[in-house]
C-alpha cells in the first residue's frame, strides 16, 4: 500500500517475519505499535492484511522497540513465558472506553484469564460486558493486547477474531498451559 494512503497514519511501516506458527506482522508509527498480525493462510495474505488495515508500507529497518517486540513474539511462539505489557501502542484511533479496556486487559498476565463480565467490571461499568467484546472484536494488537485471554462467563473458549478463530485462541491458551474448556480443537489453527 502507498505511504500517506492514510493522512492519520502517513509514516506507518510494516515488516513480516517468522515464527513458529508462521509469518506475523507488525506496523508501527512514531506513536507506537499500530497493528500486530497473526499468520493468515498464507504469508501473502498475511503481508496483504497488514499492509491494508494498517495503511502501512513496507520496512526492513526496525527501530529497537519494534525489534523488541519481534523478539519477543517470537519468543511467546515457542512457548516462552512472555510480557508485552510495556509495549509502546499507537492508541490515536480508540476512544477512551476502548483505551480503558486495552489497559485492563494488558494487566492480564501469562497463564491468566477473565471474562468480558469481569473485565467490564474491574472499568466500574459491570453492564458493559457486550461493549467490552465488542472492543476485544476490534483489537489490532491480538497478544500485546491479550484478547485470547478474555473467556465467556461460562468459562468456555468464546470468539477469537484471528485467523483459526476458537482454535487459535485456545492453542494459544495451551501454549500458556491456560486451557478454558479443555475441548479439543474444533478446526485447525495457526498452531496445526
Same mark, same amino acid.
Given at each position: 500500500m502507498a505511504q500517506g494512503a492514510d493522512p492519520d497514519r502517513a509514516e506507518a511501516r510494516f515488516h513480516?517475519?517468522?515464527?513458529?506458527?508462521?509469518?506475523?506482522?507488525?506496523?508501527?508509527?512514531?506513536?507506537?505499535?499500530?497493528?500486530?498480525?497473526?499468520?493468515?493462510?498464507?504469508?501473502?495474505?498475511?503481508?496483504?492484511?497488514l499492509g491494508r488495515i494498517?495503511?502501512?508500507?513496507?520496512?526492513?529497518?526496525?527501530?529497537?522497540?519494534?525489534s523488541d517486540c519481534e523478539a519477543r513474539m517470537r519468543a511467546y511462539f515457542d512457548g516462552v513465558e512472555t510480557d508485552f505489557s510495556d509495549i509502546t501502542l499507537d492508541l490515536s484511533r480508540a476512544n477512551e472506553f476502548t483505551k480503558r479496556v486495552y489497559a485492563e486487559l494488558r494487566k492480564v498476565g501469562?497463564?491468566?484469564?477473565?471474562?468480558?463480565?469481569a473485565l467490564a467490571k474491574k472499568l466500574g461499568e459491570p453492564g458493559a460486558a457486550r461493549a467490552v467484546g465488542a /472492543?476485544? @472484536?476490534?483489537? $489490532?494488537?491480538?497478544?500485546?493486547?491479550?484478547?485470547?485471554r478474555v473467556l465467556a462467563a461460562s468459562g468456555k473458549i468464546g470468539g477469537f477474531s484471528a485467523y483459526?478463530?476458537?482454535?487459535?485462541?485456545?492453542?494459544?491458551?495451551?501454549?500458556?498451559?491456560?486451557? /478454558?474448556? @479443555?475441548?479439543? $480443537?474444533?478446526?485447525?489453527?495457526?498452531?496445526d
Open positions: 513480516l517475519f517468522d515464527t513458529a506458527i508462521g509469518p506475523c506482522g507488525l506496523a508501527w508509527s512514531a506513536a507506537g505499535l499500530v497493528q500486530v498480525q497473526l499468520p493468515e493462510a498464507s504469508e501473502a495474505a498475511t503481508e496483504s492484511r494498517a495503511a502501512a508500507s513496507w520496512s526492513d529497518a526496525l527501530p529497537p522497540d519494534i501469562w497463564g491468566q484469564t477473565t471474562s468480558y463480565g /472492543a476485544m @472484536g476490534k483489537n $489490532p494488537w491480538p497478544l500485546i493486547v491479550p484478547c485470547h483459526g478463530g476458537r482454535a487459535t485462541k485456545r492453542h494459544m491458551l495451551q501454549l500458556e498451559r491456560a486451557d /478454558a474448556d @479443555g475441548a479439543a $480443537p474444533m478446526l485447525p489453527g495457526l498452531f
